[in-house]
């Protein structure tokens, strides 16, 4: 997955589960907020104040919050998402960016793979 620094429009993807039965908790976006630091700073609110749900019958328990510009002009962002709700675990996530210039080009239409 690529993750552009200083792009607006990307979006990330957290998971929420119940600890207790280990199933993907649906119905709390109101109740989920994030934490965002970029390069080992300080910590801030995320500006998508809460995140939206994807699906819940397709995909139980998964969140997106919508990332501006200024959110991802770092090298290293880690999100720490929680919720107010009992019983409910949200792991931080860190997200490596590039530069969206160093992007290698598919001017063959061929795949490019990482192995």
Known sequence: MAFYKNTASQKISILAVNTVTGSGVTGDA??????????????????????????????????IFDMTTAETNAN??????SSTSTNTAIDPLVIYTMDSGNWPSDTNNSFIGFG
């Open 76 to 81: 290293m962002i880690n999100l720490s998402a």
């Open 30 to 63: 109101s109740n989920i907020t994030g934490q965002i630091s970029k390069d080992g700073g300080s910590s801030a609110a995320t500006n998508d104040t809460n995140p939206t749900e994807l699906n819940a019958s397709n995909h139980p328990g998964v969140y």
